[in-house]
């Protein structure tokens, strides 16, 4: 990779976290999230809400991010920004103060595509982490999106199999909301889980053909199962809470590994990747680990803090595409439904 030493700013604002981070070439110099907790109160995140919080929060963060690298701004070579998907709000104040702040410094501007981004976060250099060789199979999954991905290249990527219907992460949340748990619920059934009897309650898989998945099925079936077993029993809920955690979790990684196998099979690749917020499950993580033994797979897992959104994970693109001298102009416009 380049020797020279090059500065990136990131900046990531698709959802609820407002985050900035600045990168010397590979490494992160800097990475800081600022969260939202005002969407605990409405069980979810409030599009209106994460935009005006976007907008309080954006001065102060990238200010923060660039103190903490130990640099100025007039040091910056580039500015690298999500520019979708995402809730457009949010995306909008990202992506103008991206645009204003290239102007100022009068250096280039890279627009990234937050997917991508989420994959390619496995190639920031990270003592103890490897990265994968082309071609890898990458599983991103998170409250907005699952997909599976069969990533050739740096920028040459192939969506081979995606949800249908509500992502994994939407699955956990509001299954948690079900089980009288706050937002966000997805860690908390895993924290239960831990305690819990995985074959405790069975719950179907859904049908799906080839590699796309569907979670609205599950969903609907852990809501009749809780309104079924409260009419018994009004204390079932709170009496089986580790044991319907555990084995909802069960059930949701079995469906994922189920596809990753079928992925793998079929295109002759073992080596796999995840990322998105929900590759922060431990269940899950300890059943990639698993693969390795069972498939003969090598899997990668991301540092946990570059799982999340968050803005390192931009930087890298940014940087990847830095080198390649790929930048867009003022006339780019945030995309909400951005496609690699």
């Known amino acids: 990779m380049n020797e020279q030493k090059t500065y990136i700013l990131g900046i990531e604002s698709s959802c609820d976290d407002t ?10 110099l800097s990475n800081v999230v600022a969260s939202q907790k005002i969407h605990e109160l409405y069980g979810g995140v409030v599009p ?9 929060n954006i001065v102060p963060v990238v200010d923060q991010a660039i103190r903490q690298a130990g640099i100025t701004k007039e040091d910056l070579n580039a500015i690298a920004f999500t520019q979708g998907p995402g809730l457009m709000g949010s995306l909008l104040v990202g992506t103008s103060f991206a645009k204003s702040l290239s102007l100022a410094l009068d250096i280039p501007l890279i627009d990234v595509n937050h997917m991508q981004a989420h994959i390619l976060a496995h190639f920031i250099s990270e003592e103890g982490f490897d990265t994968p060789e082309f071609p890898f199979l990458a599983m991103t999954i998170s409250g907005g999106h699952t997909q599976i991905v069969k990533v050739n290249d740096y920028f040459d990527m ?4 995606e949800t249908i219907d509500d992502a994994v992460g939407e699955a956990f949340d509001k299954s948690a909301k079900l089980f009288g748990l706050p937002y966000p619920g997805g860690p908390l059934i895993d924290k239960y889980a831990k305690l819990g009897n995985p074959k405790a309650f069975e719950f179907p898989k859904p049908k799906v053909g080839d590699l796309n998945f569907s979670f609205s099925g599950l969903k609907t079936s852990v809501l009749y199962f809780v309104q079924k077993k409260v009419r018994e029993n009004p204390d079932f809920v ?28 079929q295109t002759g690749i073992k080596s796999i990747a995840i990322g998105g917020g929900v590759s922060a499950n431990s269940g899950i993580r300890k059943a990639l680990k698993d693969g390795e033994q069972k ?5 990668f897992v991301p540092k946990f803090e570059y799982t999340t959104d968050n803005a390192a994970m931009i930087g ?15 006339s780019v416009i945030a995309k909400a439904r951005a496609k690699f």
């Open 238 to 265: 709170e009496e089986n809470l580790n044991d319907i955690c555990a084995s909802l979790q069960y059930t949701i990684i079995g469906i994922l590994i189920d596809k990753l196998k079928k992925a793998s099979k």
């Open 48 to 56: 209106e809400l994460a935009s005006r919080a976007h907008q309080q």
């Open 316 to 330: 890298i693109v940014g940087y990847l595409k830095y080198i390649k001298q790929e930048f867009t102009d003022m």
């Open 158 to 161: 192939q969506v081979i199999g």
């Open 295 to 299: 498939f003969g797979w090598k899997t």
């Open 19 to 28: 985050s900035a981070a600045v990168l010397c070439n590979d490494k992160v």
